[in-house]
């Protein structure tokens, strides 16, 4: 029979999600990553025989899974603009935790995007966030053309803010992007 997991799949990726969060891809050791998850090494190459890419692999695709649900469906869905907006702006509040963590795209995106093993991801990830912003703002009014750039926009304001955040060790510049986003997605 075989042995129970000792921790199962959902707080593991959230385990591993919160080191990649804190150090980056490159500073995330197998030994950090097996020290975070309490699982010896083994387990993990067990559970994840790519080894660490394979684990952030797991986490990005999660992590897009939980967007997919809490903030690209409201994006996407039908009815007021503003209400869905503000449905957006506490989910990206609470996957960040009001700014205190960092952006997993940012964290996995290697020095060279476009040759990192996660480009092709990131790159869908975020064009899925410029569309679901730029139909908001289409849903608001906004022309084609215009919504797109303030899609694009939007997605600049959520990731600098948390850029700003991290690097001044204040969730005030993210709350601020946060704040920012009906006047960037609804107002012409």
């Not at 503000?86 to 700014?99: N, P, Q």
Request: proline content about 4%; overall charge neutral.
């Amino acid at each position: 029979m075989a042995r129970p997991q000792s921790i199962d799949e959902e707080e593991l990726l959230s385990r591993l999600g919160r080191v990649f969060r804190d150090v980056g891809y490159e500073g995330a050791s197998v030994a950090v990553l097996s020290e975070a998850t309490g699982l010896q090494k083994a387990s993990l190459y067990h559970r994840y025989p790519g080894g660490k890419q394979e684990m952030a692999e797991h986490v990005l695709s999660a992590a897009m899974e939980w967007f997919g649900e809490h903030v690209v469906a409201h994006l996407d869905a039908d009815g007021p603009a503003e209400r869905r907006l503000a449905e957006v702006t506490k989910s990206l509040s609470t996957f960040y935790e009001g700014g205190r963590q960092a952006c997993l795209l940012n964290v996995l995106a290697s020095p060279r995007v476009e040759t990192g093993p996660f480009s092709f991801a990131i790159k869908a990830a975020m064009e899925q966030l410029i569309d679901g912003f730029a139909k908001l703002a289409r849903d608001a009014g906004l022309g084609v053309r215009m919504a797109r750039e303030r899609g694009a926009r939007a997605l600049m304001l959520v990731q600098g803010g948390l850029v700003l955040a991290r690097g001044l060790g204040s969730v005030e510049p993210f709350r601020q992007a946060l704040k920012a986003l009906p006047e960037t997605l609804l107002k012409e």
